[in-house]
């Protein structure tokens, strides 16, 4: 019998080698909010609110976020951990309008996101609009991770 210590060792080991990336679509697509641009163009961004979320083995801190409709916000994704982790939520990218993805080297502006890659130490920032009200689970993608309870729940007010 494997327990569960042995097992991240060996998740650890196998999975290390590859570093997950981003994923970004092509629009447009379906499910995503349409009038993004013009939701982006409409709001004050000087007034946007700064939130941060941590990502360790294997948590997001915090576990919870709680947004409001209509306001912009600047998400810190951080990866204070030693591997690589994704902040992947699907109905939480199909309910805002993105302005823009930022990391050390790359800056996208494509409002389809699909899954969030984040390097060990290092820091991505999300600019965007809250639209769609409803509670959106949020994962990391990096396999078995999710299952070793790295997992959390948006939710748009
Ligand atoms: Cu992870």
Redesign the pocket.
Known sequence: MVNKIGLMVVAAAVLGACAPRDVVLEGPQPGYVEDAAARVAAVDWSRAESVEVR?T??AFDPKNLTLRAGKPYRLQIENV?T????FVSEGFFQSIAVKQLVGSESAISSPFLKTVAVSPKTVRELTFVAVRPGTYRLE???PL??S?G?VGEIVIQ
């Not at 591997?83 to 994704?86: D, L, M, P, R």
């Open positions: 990502l083995e294997y951990g591997g690589s982790h994704t990391c993608t990096v991770h999710a070793f790295m």
